[in-house]
């Protein structure tokens, strides 16, 4: 166990509202990712983050925005969630660079 | 811009045989990772691979690493049912910090 949390778990929302998903880690690592994960596309790099504020741009960032104020937290954000973003959605952790990544349990959400 | 490609995307195979998986990566890097997904579940790793000629085992899987060929393989020998699981390579690269995962395989053992 690799002291990730990610809330909520499951998420149901309308087209149009924002969303934010919390990824929280307990061990103090620099690096933070946020994937989507969808059938026939394995899991897509959203945005990364390598320290407090900062972060960067993956394969799929288009439609949302993060956060990392504090090294244990970072937030994925979809500004006005559309039903293309529904998917399962995995926070990860790696200690640095060359090392394996730890991921949350997921969050599936769906967007009506 | 790193592309990291698997094939087969689906195998199903019987018990008792051996097949491989492989995977692709468009950039130069000798950073290589193998990960199983049960389903439903998240993801948990298998191999780290470091350098060019790198080899890990565990149980009836085999992970290598050519970096000059930028291929890294997954082999498994006399498949049991256990193994049924979805299996993706990622690749990071020094410096740039991004962790980048192919589309998976997703594998089936027959009894």
């Known amino acids: 166990d690799a002291g990730i949390t990610q809330s909520p778990r499951h998420k149901v929302t309308e087209t149009g509202t924002p969303v934010t998903l919390r990824c929280h880690q307990t061990?103090?690592?620099?690096?933070m990712y946020w994937y989507r994960q969808d059938p026939g596309h394995g899991l897509r790099l959203i945005h990364y983050?390598?320290?407090?504020?900062?972060?960067d741009k993956g394969e799929v960032s288009d439609g949302y925005s993060v956060s990392r104020s504090k090294t244990e937290d970072f937030l994925l954000t979809l500004e006005s969630a559309t039903s293309s973003q529904t998917s399962v959605y995995f926070c990860?952790?790696?200690?640095?660079?060359?090392?394996?990544?730890?991921f949350g349990q997921g969050t599936r959400l769906t967007v009506v | 811009e790193l592309k990291v490609e698997q094939n087969p995307l689906f195998l199903s195979m019987q018990e008792g045989k051996n097949y491989t998986i492989y995977c692709n990566y468009s950039?130069?890097?000798?950073?290589l990772y193998w990960y199983r997904q049960d389903p439903g579940k998240s993801l948990e790793s298998l191999f780290v691979?470091?350098?060019?000629?790198a080899v890990k085992q565990e149980g009836r899987l085999m992970a290598s690493l050519d970096t000059k060929a930028r291929l890294s393989t997954l082999h498994i020998t006399a498949a049991v049912h256990d193994l049924s699981a979805t299996y993706f390579c990622a690749v990071d690269t020094s410096g740039t910090y991004k962790y980048i995962f192919g589309t998976g395989t997703r594998l089936k053992v027959l009894a």
């Open positions: 691979l470091l350098s060019n000629g």
């Open positions: 983050s390598y320290g407090v504020k900062d972060t």
């Open positions: 061990e103090n690592h620099r690096y």
């Open positions: 990860a952790i790696t200690r640095s660079g060359g090392t394996e990544a730890f």
């Open positions: 950039t130069t890097s000798d950073r």
